[in-house]
């Protein structure tokens, strides 16, 4: 068995990971990146690579303001330390990766997710990768994880230039722009997020080994010496010097764990077909603590046929069948349930009376906007969305109460013509409305009244879990005594979690995973001037 030595072996090679990588690299140390699939980048890859950085480029909020923020939002879930940690650190992250990657961050104009809230704002605390140019990476560039289509704008742009709610449309009004970044081969999003922190790991000579799984790690219970690896059916050890940092996501892709841990029949995620649970399996027989293995990143998902990844099938998210006007969502008895537009909206599917869930909407949303991001309004029906003449008709097709349907509609319909939706909300709120239709007369409300009418099954998904090992505030692992397990790292997904089941931003996962991995980087080499 082959044998060699690093100061720090990271496992998995999303945001987070690399992030630790770079930041180790930075300051001196060898560094080794293990990643079990051929590709570097994981989830994050696939992500919009949005990030949530309150604090950063001058955004003027105190540092009491942004905890009282997400107190507010997770109703105190989170643990103080750690959430004041990630407050004060993650601008540092974010200006210490742009010194030494080429990442660049672009202010975007989103809103917290609850940004009524005490603390709340609605533009300033998010950041969105920059749309990199891939050929900077040489022969690396085909080392970043493809995505299931690829994207060259970033997640603001999406929306507001309309990418979101008719992509045909937005592709012939932004032709130029679009035209600049394909011809010189610029990626957006995730990738691009991916790509420019690869860039800075190369650069600062980190070793990355992909195809290489670790089916265990070295240690004594007390004490976390190495990894052993299995790579072409050759095993190795690896011993690391200062310790070994788990990036490796969660668990939503095992059924076995999903069942038993988050007790749901989830739809397919839209994540990659990567996290399997060596979150949970790698640490079998170490006497360590648990958090959070019964949460998750809830989203809500629809199906579309063929929408595969390395065979695999995808969830596809949900936007404008939850954001824009002309829809609502009902569950087997005909009844909306839950502000659709809310960034949470995926917890009322918990509910066992909502398990059964479809988005309703008309021929007037159907020749504005795209079905599932997939069918633009001028392509045909394909033959998987359900159509109707009439409310019943599509009320018997999808299993719904006719009668409660046609109620629910009809007092919908009413509301929708004041303006308001008094019974969920929709369209009160700054995050409802960024992701609305900015040219309807209400951004999230219209009516559903103009044959034919059409339905999508709505699923219950994740794009991530968020339990796992139970660490302090910079990443390290703790038994059950509270005491750490030296020399080992647990960080993003492959930890719990920062907040609760309610996220107040989209973006905090990524960003905490990438201020986990440098405060965790940090501390194994012993270096306390962050």
Known sequence: MKKSTYDIVIVGSGAAGLTAAVTAAARGASVLVVEKSDYVGGTSALSGGLLWAPGYKNEKSSSDEIVQYIQAATKNEGSPETVELFVREVAKTMRFLERVTPLRLKKAYYPDSFA?????VTKGRHFDTAPFRMGRLGKRRSLVRPDTDTQIV?????????????????????????????LLGYRGMGGGLIAALLKGCDDLGVTIKTNTEVDALLHDKQHVAGVSVASDGVKSEIRTVKGVILAVGGFEWDKAKVAENLQADLAPPPSPPLA?????DLLEGMDVSYEKLDDAWYWPVGYVPGTEYEGRQLGTLILAERCFPHSFWVNSDGQRFVNEASHNCALALLEEENNSCWAVFDSQFREKYSVLSTVSPSAPDPDWLIRA???SSLAQAIGVDPGGLEKT??????NVKTGDDPDFGRGRYAYDRYY??????????????KAPFYAVKVGLSVVGTKGGAKTNAVGQVLRTNGIPVSGLFAIGNASHAIPGPIS???????SAGMNSGRLSALTALGINDR
Not at 276 to 280: A, R, S, T, Y
């Open 389 to 391: 003449d009439s409310l």
């Open 276 to 280: 399997m649970g060596e979150n949970i």
């Open 504 to 510: 107040p931003a989209g973006g905090i996962t990524i």
């Open 436 to 449: 609305g239709d900015g040219q309807a007369p209400y951004p999230n409300l219209g009516t559903v009244e």
């Open 154 to 182: 970033t997640v603001d742009e999406a929306v507001r230039l309309g990418f979101a709610s008719n992509t045909k449309r937005a592709i012939r009004q932004n032709l130029l722009r679009l035209a600049f970044r394909q």
């Open 409 to 414: 509609t009809a007092r919908y319909n009413a």
């Open 116 to 120: 009524e809230l005490p603390g709340g």
